[in-house]
T-cell receptor, first 115, second 115 residues
Framework: DAGVTQSPTHLIKTRGQQVTLRCSPK?????VSWYQQALGQGPQFIFQ???????QRGNFPDRFSGHQFPNYSSELNVNALLLGDSALYLC??????????????FGPGTRLTVT | AQSVTQLGSHVSVSEGALVLLRCNYS??????LFWYVQYPNQGLQLLLK??????LVKGINGFEAEFKKSETSFHLTKPSAHMSDAAEYFC?????????????FGKGTHLIIQP
């Protein structure tokens, strides 16, 4: 049973560019959450997708957007990249109906470096 | 808004000694609380969680945590440290806005095990 997978594992972009990160949830999971983890910090919640809609959003600007596909996989898009966007981006999947009673399974992350 | 404070960015213990990692939270509603572990270059793994019921929660790898409402604390303990416990530990609280369960994390505590 495959867990949460993310691609690519590493990415280097230039300021002002746009980036797309991808996540495939654990088999059977229908909810995907995205987190940004800056170096030496805890993960910060970006947003959560359920039934192809954004259900909840953290304190991130509109430059951060996402999408969920009918197969529950998800993309995170970041426009107009800033140096401060350099971080590890984590995807977590869960079962939407369980809420916090269910477990969020995390992927290994995508390391984004903005130069 | 919910928040999590982890006291001590680094904690060092000897192998076989007691591990105590501190976590305090703020929440306007009954919280759901979690401890996650992150090994180098990996995603987060759930150690244990408190939702309702018994305030002493047992998790994987011999860890446990006690929810103390009066102290707004959820400290993580393990009676005897093992070298394999060396990792980054994150305390988190669940934000239930709109039925979604995005997690708010602390900044993490790096656990060092001395031989």
């Amino acid at each position: 049973d495959a867990g949460v997978t993310q691609s690519p594992t590493h990415l280097i972009k230039t300021r002002g560019q746009q980036v797309t990160l991808r996540c495939s949830p654990k088999s059977g999971h229908d909810t995907v959450s995205w987190y940004q983890q800056a170096l030496g910090q805890g993960p910060q919640f970006i947003f959560q997708y359920y039934e192809e809609e954004e259900r909840q959003r953290g304190n991130f600007p509109d430059r951060f957007s996402g999408h969920q596909f009918p197969n529950y996989s998800s993309e995170l898009n970041v426009n107009a990249l800033l140096l401060g966007d350099s971080a590890l981006y984590l995807c977590a999947s869960s079962l939407g109906g369980q809420g916090p009673l269910g477990e969020q399974y995390f992927g290994p992350g995508t390391r984004l470096t903005v130069t | 808004a919910q928040s999590v404070t982890q006291l001590g960015s680094h904690v060092s213990v000897s192998e076989g000694a007691l591990v105590l990692l501190r976590c305090n939270y703020s929440s306007s509603v009954p919280p759901y609380l979690f401890w996650y572990v992150q090994y180098p270059n990996q995603g987060l793994q759930l150690l244990l969680k408190y939702t309702t019921g018994a305030t002493l929660v047992k998790g994987i790898n011999g860890f446990e945590a006690e929810f103390k409402k009066s102290e707004t604390s959820f400290h993580l303990t393990k009676p005897s440290a093992h070298m394999s416990d060396a990792a980054e530990y994150f305390c988190a609280v669940s934000d239930l806005k709109g039925g979604a369960d995005g997690l708010t994390f602390g900044k993490g505590t790096h656990l060092i095990i001395q031989p």
